[in-house]
């Protein structure tokens, strides 16, 4: 079974990417032979920063390297090492009715957020249907926010193959990380980079457990018991203590006698130490330079020799060969 999942390069990694996207990742590497690509052609549509891009990159690499992902194991690359995915990309566009693309909300919601109206941003969805199709991907682990695009890629897949033939393409299944809780950032909405609430997963200690005591609280007395539906630190807490840590904090709010700063000091160390063996393992890669783009550059050769084995395929079916 072949699992497939990209990611974007866009700036620093929070706490919310990680168990949204990275932790699930790193743990089907033991249900399938894993290929985990970085999406810099897709980061083109939002940002025109060569030396951010090349950065972005770079980061999310030894992020993700950090992260547990294991490069003995899985196949980790960037997309634009295999280029034959915009030949795909482009074979797809001519069976994909217009009609599809323009029912896609992600890109309505991003122009609507500033991102200029690109025909890039437009045809993303092609793109990304080349990107899962290229390898015959079984399973396509992503967000809620990315179901449709899924969808979008199994109609294109059968559009093709009723053309061309039955077996051209593999369709993919998604799995859909439903259960996934949205991870609350530091004002109680979901953490996102756009709301500039998050907690990033590496810095420097200072400054992170410095974001900690910006949590939104109420004006709960110290002494007096604390509501403890709807509380952003133990939302966070529970992310990251032993459950009986969590029920200790937990009945400290209802006793009273604790306050808020006691509360987020306790988050503090949590998190510090629960990021502790990723961020022993990130400055270990870090102090090792060749090691990133050796692990890349070997993703791409094996990425690539899967690609052209399906894209032949492909070719040949439609009659270019
Ligand atoms: P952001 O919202 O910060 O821009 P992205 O949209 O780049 O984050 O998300 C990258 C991945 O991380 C996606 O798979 C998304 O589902 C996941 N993710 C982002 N924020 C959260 C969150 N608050 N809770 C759970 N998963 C998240
Ligand atoms: N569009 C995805 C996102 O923004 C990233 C992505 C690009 C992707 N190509 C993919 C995810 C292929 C899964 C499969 O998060």
């Not at 497939?4 to 990742?25: D, I, R």
């Not at 032979?33 to 083109?44: L, N, W």
């Not at 203590?241 to 006691?262: F, P």
Request: glycine share 6%; charged share 25%.
């Amino acid at each position: 079974m072949r699992i497939l999942t990209g990611l974007q390069p866009s700036g620093k990694l929070h706490v919310g990417n990680y168990f949204g996207a990275m932790e699930p990742a790193v743990r089907l590497q033991d249900e399938g032979e894993g290929f985990y690509f970085i999406a810099d052609y897709h980061a083109m549509t939002s940002t025109q920063d060569p030396a951010a891009l090349r950065e972005n990159v770079r980061e999310l690499a030894v992020d993700f390297l950090a992260c547990g992902l294991d490069p003995s194991r899985s196949v980790f690359f960037r997309q634009s090492a295999v280029p034959e995915v915009n030949e795909l990309a482009w074979i797809l566009s001519t069976v994909c009715p217009m009609s599809l693309l323009e029912k896609c909300h992600s890109y309505k919601d991003k122009v609507s957020k500033g991102i200029a109206a690109s025909h890039g941003l437009f045809a993303y969805p092609v793109l990304m249907a080349a990107d899962i199709l290229l390898y015959d991907s079984n399973k396509v682990p992503v967000g809620k926010d990315q179901k449709q695009h899924l969808e979008v890629t199994r109609d294109i897949a059968v559009k093709l193959n009723e053309a061309f033939g039955e077996g051209t393409l593999v369709l993919p299944d998604p799995i859909i990380r439903e259960d996934t809780a949205v991870v609350v950032g530091l004002d109680g909405q979901k953490m996102s980079k756009s709301y500039n609430n998050t907690l990033p997963i590496f810095g420097q200690e200072k400054e992170l457990k410095k974001r900690i005591m910006r949590i939104v609280t109420d004006s709960t007395a110290v002494e007096d018991p604390k509501p403890t539906e709807n509380s952003t630190i133990l939302a966070l807490y529970k992310l990251f203590a032993s459950e009986a840590d969590y029920d200790a904090m937990v009945s400290d709010h209802q006793r009273g006698g604790c306050g808020y700063g006691d509360f987020k000091k306790r988050l503090a160390e949590a998190y510090w130490e629960f990021f502790a063996p990723m961020r022993a393992r990130r400055d270990e890669i870090t102090a090792d330079p060749g090691y990133v783009e050796e692990v890349l550059r070997a993703g791409a050769d094996r990425a690539r020799a899967e690609a052209t084995k399906v894209l032949d395929r492909v070719r040949k079916a439609v009659g270019l060969r």
